[in-house]
């Protein structure tokens, strides 16, 4: 999935100018890498970023980066704060991707699926990894990972190797 986010690039940076950034509505924000090397400081929309996070496809998601008015920026969120208590944004860091290099990722595992061990055995089914660090170019990020444990009997399991990559990630 690919979204839009506006930005505005920041000349002020500190504790306290990001607190009055946050009292008019927008988070201090952070882009690295590219082709000067250097961060950028960013001011972001809370609201358009946390619609991003919880999308389907969550930090996973490729966001065209609207800085200035400036050309579009491909960008992949690198962390974000949350408060602890009011959960809502405090800061993003993104990074700059570019799209012919191979990237890694951590994209989440999802069972299709009853076993028929659970069913007609009794077992019951012990979910290990429910994430996994996926290469791939930006563009065929998976949002998921499906694995299907239909035909699974007692004592049965599921490698990662036997998993059907479709040849678009690794």
Known sequence: MEAVLEAVRRETVGK????????????????YGGESGRAESLSVDPKALMRILHSQSGVNTLISLHLDGAKDTRVLIKEYQVHPVGQHLLHADFYRVAMDKVIKVTVPVHLAGEAR?????????????????????PADIPEHITV??????????????????GGRWK
């Open 117 to 137: 061990g659970v069913k007609a055995e009794g077992g019951v089914v012990d979910f290990v990894h429910r994430e996994l660090v996926v290469e791939c170019l």
């Open 148 to 165: 299907d444990i239909s035909g699974l009997m007692l004592h049965d399991g599921v490698r990662v190797r036997d998993i059907q990559t």
């Open 16 to 31: 306290n100018n990001a607190v009055r950034l946050r009292a008019t509505g927008h988070i201090p924000a952070v882009v």
